[in-house]
């Protein structure tokens, strides 16, 4: 779980690099992109693109996402599980899965961003990812999301979306 959250392509390795926004020569031929930041605090993950959840979350990687939403792309949320204390995890569902969630009391944060909804040229997928025994979602660049050893007891539950990215998996 402590490793590196790696990020391939010129786009992603600009924000990683630089902490910031994308550069101007990237805001000038894409779409405009934010960092969505993983954050860690020994227990729980917390991922966002606004501001860091508290001083002990110290941060794991970043991926771009987009501010708006383009064709093809769809909106990103941040929630609180209502049957987990502090799981605040991403979704696609604007109603933070209660639709579909047996507890239907998970919380809504925020709009975090957009991803794009299928792979494609420069695109790289973005996983959610979750731990049982710590009741924790993470998101990943990973397919095994990171599990160490691979057998370990860490889910990969779906690919969220599609970040851009200027080197294609």
Known sequence: MRAKFAVLGTLAA???????????AHAETGPQAVP?????D??????????RPG?????????????????????????LAGNARRDQFLTG???????VSSSKNNTFLRREGFLYKSPGAGRRALYRCY???TQ??????????????????????????????????
């Open 14 to 24: 600009a924000i990683v690099t630089a902490g910031a926004g994308i550069s101007a």
């Open 36 to 40: 969505l930041v993983r954050y860690f």
């Open 42 to 51: 020994g227990l729980q993950h917390y991922v966002t693109s606004g501001a």
């Open 55 to 79: 001083p002990k979350y110290r941060e794991e990687g970043r991926v771009p996402i987009l501010t708006s939403n383009l064709p093809g792309t769809r909106a990103i949320y941040g929630c």
């Open 93 to 99: 569902e604007s109603d933070c899965e209660n639709s």
């Open 131 to 133: 731990v049982p025994h």
């Open 136 to 169: 924790s979602h993470f998101v990943s660049v990973r397919s095994d999301c990171e599990s160490n050893p691979p057998a370990s007891k860490v889910n990969a539950e779906f690919i969220l979306g599609y970040f851009p990215s200027a080197q294609a998996d």
